[in-house]
């Protein structure tokens, strides 16, 4: 409930904000030429979102979307800044004009293209189940009768509910604000399997050497996507349009190898 009542509630924001911009503009799409104008691009993100987005032991905001998002500015010509968003109220930040886009591990789904203008996919991803090593769960059906931890207003709600039999078979579902919270709580037992993305927890397991693995058995395939309101047209097809040259000059590979190893991304594929 609560998340359909937030979904209507920003459908609605932003059908009013496009409503207002094209008034004011006489339905012209000056997205590209306001932000160079403005001289400032605003991401916002998750700052807990690890490998994408998320903060380093100085406090600075890091990751592979940023990264990428830093070069987009910079070819853009404007400066770029990382706003921290509440991850469940991200569309009504970006309508009410808060922020430029999401970029942060956002799944594109079809519900969301209908309020959003989005890149093309640039990275592929999977909603897994994070479990304690130590757990003795092998399978889905292991978990039945178990409680699940998630993100709140994240896909992993989404892929929950497309496996409907197994969502059926769990005793509880908890919403966390954020991934690492989850994962904290599945440490100590407070869930015994957490769902996000496969990107983000196969990092999180390598980088901080806790003791969790993934279930081979895999909820839904996806894909990233960079989301702008749904007439900023004209910016989206520029960002785009960089990302692509960016991939043909060797810089994405050199971004996703630094954080991934190699170059993982889909980018003009």
Same mark, same amino acid.
């Given at each position: 409930m609560k998340?359909?009542?937030? $979904? /209507?509630? *920003?459908? *609605?924001a932003l059908v009013?904000?496009?409503?207002?911009?094209?008034?004011? =503009?006489?339905? =012209?799409?000056?997205?590209?030429?306001? &932000?160079?104008? !403005?001289?400032?691009? /605003?991401? %916002?993100?998750? #700052?807990? $979102?690890?490998?994408? %987005? $998320? !903060?380093?032991? @100085?406090?600075e905001i890091v990751g592979? #979307?940023?990264?990428?998002?830093k070069e987009v500015a910079n070819r853009l010509g404007v400066k $770029? !800044? *990382?706003?921290?968003? @509440?991850? #469940?109220?991200?569309?009504q930040e970006l309508s009410t004009g808060n922020i430029d886009c999401i970029w942060n591990g956002l799944t594109i789904t079809e519900e969301r293209k209908a309020m959003l203008s989005f890149s093309k996919p640039y990275l592929a991803?999977?909603?897994i189940v994070v479990i304690r090593k130590?757990?003795?769960?092998?399978?889905?059906? #292991? &978990?039945?009768?178990? =409680?699940?931890?998630l993100q709140a207003g994240s896909s992993a709600a989404d892929a929950l509910d497309e496996a409907a039999d197994f969502k059926k078979s769990l005793k509880n579902i908890v919403e966390f604000k954020e991934n690492i919270t989850a994962l904290n709580d599945l440490e100590i037992g407070g869930v015994d399997g957490v769902v996000m993305d496969s990107i983000v927890a196969n990092y999180s397991i390598v980088t901080t050497g806790k003791p969790f693995t993934v279930l081979a058995e895999g909820l839904a395939p996806e894909n990233y996507g960079i989301a702008f !309101?749904?007439?900023?047209?004209?910016?989206?097809?520029? /960002?785009?349009k960089l990302l692509e040259e960016m991939k043909a000059d060797g810089t994405v590979e050199k971004i996703s190898t630094k954080w991934f190893g190699s170059d993982i991304t889909v980018i003009g594929k």
């Open positions: 998340k359909t009542v937030v $979904f /209507v509630i *920003a459908l *609605a009013s904000a496009a409503f207002v911009g094209c008034k004011k =503009t006489g339905g =012209t799409d000056n997205s590209l030429a306001d &932000l160079k104008a !403005r001289g400032e691009f /605003v991401l %916002g993100l998750d #700052d807990s $979102f690890p490998p994408m %987005g $998320f !903060r380093d032991e @100085n406090n592979f #979307d940023i990264d990428l998002a $770029f !800044r *990382a706003q921290p968003i @509440n991850w #469940d109220a991200k569309e991803n999977e909603q130590n757990s003795g769960i092998k399978t889905l059906a #292991d &978990l039945a009768g178990k =409680t699940i931890g !309101r749904k007439n900023d047209v004209k910016l989206t097809e520029a /960002v785009q």
